[in-house]
């Protein structure tokens, strides 16, 4: 790819402002790059979804929790996002607070509340034991 502005005297020629830019695109080699889109049927049983509110050290980082998360949950974590991270007195020094959502599905069957429940609690005592998480109300 080339880019630059064109030459006023000829941006004059042409009519065009004197601010004129031009650029040359290899729409090929964009091509290429461009990875060709993935289509995916859409689910056929309802996600479950559950808040978890855990308190971390400030060293954590996000990446170890999602991590911990994903692994606890096996093929049932579908995914896993940061709702809040609150710092301050009411966690203690050098602590963290994080809220993360979890969207549960089977790929099977509708999950059942004993089958959230047992994912939850795998999830749970995975961050207790491996990140040394505690879980807050």
């Given at each position: 790819?080339?880019?630059?502005?064109l030459d006023p005297r000829v941006a004059d020629l042409w009519e065009l402002p004197a601010e004129t830019f031009v650029a040359e695109l290899d729409?090929?080699?964009?091509?290429?790059?461009?990875?060709a889109p993935r289509v995916a049927s859409p689910p056929r049983f309802p996600p479950a979804i559950r808040d978890l509110a855990i308190v971390?050290?400030?060293?954590t980082p996000y990446a170890a929790v999602d991590e911990a998360i994903r692994a606890a949950g096996k093929?049932?974590?579908e995914s896993?996002?940061?709702?809040?991270?609150?710092?301050g007195p009411q966690v203690g020094a050098g602590k963290k607070s994080s809220a993360v959502r979890l969207v549960l599905r089977s790929l099977d069957s509708t999950l059942t509340d004993a089958d959230v429940d047992r994912a939850v609690k795998r999830i749970e005592g995975r961050l207790l034991h491996q990140l040394g998480a505690a879980l807050r109300a």
């Open positions: 790819m080339t880019w630059g502005q729409l090929a080699a964009l091509q290429a790059r461009v990875a971390l050290d400030e060293a093929a049932l974590v896993v996002s940061l709702l809040d991270l609150y710092r």
